[in-house]
């Protein structure tokens, strides 16, 4: 797997990493605007990663995060030095389900999912698909110049991995995201969008 790291050694990369374990991500509650920090395996997970991060030999890379404290922290202890914080890489803004398991709104929404059904009181798909396509648009805009890391969130990662593709949002529930891995965005022969790596880990 860690072969794939050099695929696109001629051109600049965007990586997504997303933070480390919370307490909510380890029960499968929907964490959007909540502001919850790293347990302490998800700091071990932050720093476990931040060496094979370095092993992707990043080039001058432009470092954006979240402002939520678990993806500054994450950060720091795989690293990075953040650039910018920026609004547009945070979660998905979960609503009426913020801090609710998929099983506890599947009680009175059954197969409800965050990619098929409205989250009331939050975000819904276009305004998710707008924000996704800005981020890559000015992360595609770096690129001639320097490597881009977008440290963030699990569901948003997805969106953001699946518009890479040209894939609508949807298509995001294909893509696994664990907490403190990466996904390694590029191109085939320069110009075609492609996944060079997905969703490695290092665990401590």
């Known amino acids: ?21 919370t307490e909510w991500s380890r029960t499968g509650q929907h964490t959007g605007a909540t502001d919850i920090e ?24 432009l470092v954006v995060s979240s402002p939520r404290q678990r993806a500054l922290d994450t950060a720091q202890l795989a690293g990075l030095s953040v650039d910018r914080e920026w609004d547009a890489v945070t979660e998905w803004d979960y609503g009426d389900y913020e801090g609710l398991t998929t099983p506890q709104i599947r009680e009175d929404v059954p197969d409800w999912t965050v990619w098929t059904h409205p989250c009331p009181g939050g975000e819904q798909t276009d305004h998710i698909l707008g924000r996704a396509d800005l981020v890559l648009s000015v992360a595609r805009s770096q690129l001639s110049q320097r490597d881009v890391v977008i440290v963030g969130h699990g569901h948003f990662s997805r969106v953001l991995i699946a518009r890479w593709l040209d894939l609508p949002v949807v298509e995001g529930r294909r893509f696994a995201m664990s907490p403190a891995s990466f996904t390694l965005l590029g191109f085939e022969h320069g110009d075609t969008p492609q996944v060079l790596q997905h969703n490695y880990s290092r665990e401590p």
């Open 1 to 21: 797997m860690m072969g794939h790291m050099d695929a696109a050694a001629d051109t600049h990369r965007i990586v997504l990493l997303r933070h480390g374990e």
């Open 38 to 61: 790293l347990t302490e395996r998800g700091r071990q997970q932050a720093a476990a990663v931040g060496p094979v991060l370095q092993g992707l030999d990043l080039r001058d890379p």
